[in-house]
Nanobody, 112 residues
Framework: QVHPVESGGGLVEPGGSLRLSCAASGSIVSIYTVGWYRQAPGKQRELVATINSIGNRNYADSVKGRFTISTDSAKRTVYLQMNSLKPEDTAVYYC??????WGQGTQVTVSP
């Protein structure tokens, strides 16, 4: 089973940017649909973005135009570039795919 490791979170001011990384050793990230999810305090986990084996991307309406999902097959890594961050983007972010376990996630806090 793949155990993803998320990183890149932190504290950023509104309007700022962060780039999240998800290392998925033992998996070929290019042949599965991979997703980034997030869970804010007191809320259910929600799907933020996905990318499939042919590079098609889908985004939640709340992040369209601000977030970009990408993969680096050689590095077995999935990225989430987040721009124009808003306080409502504050959450723990996770990556996941078919057959993966859930990792620890990476905390993103958007605050003045």
């Amino acid at each position: 089973q793949v155990h993803p490791v998320e990183s890149g979170g932190g504290l950023v001011e509104p309007g700022g940017s962060l780039r999240l990384s998800c290392a998925a050793s033992g998996s070929i990230v290019s042949i599965y649909t991979v997703g980034w999810y997030r869970q804010a305090p007191g809320k259910q986990r929600e799907l933020v973005a996905t990318i499939n084996s042919i590079g098609n991307r889908n985004y939640a309406d709340s992040v369209k135009g601000r977030f970009t999902i990408s993969t680096d097959s050689a590095k077995r890594t999935v990225y989430l570039q987040m721009n124009s961050l808003k306080p409502e983007d504050t959450a723990v972010y996770y990556c996941n795919s078919q057959g993966w376990s859930w990792g620890q996630g990476t905390q993103v806090t958007v605050s003045p």
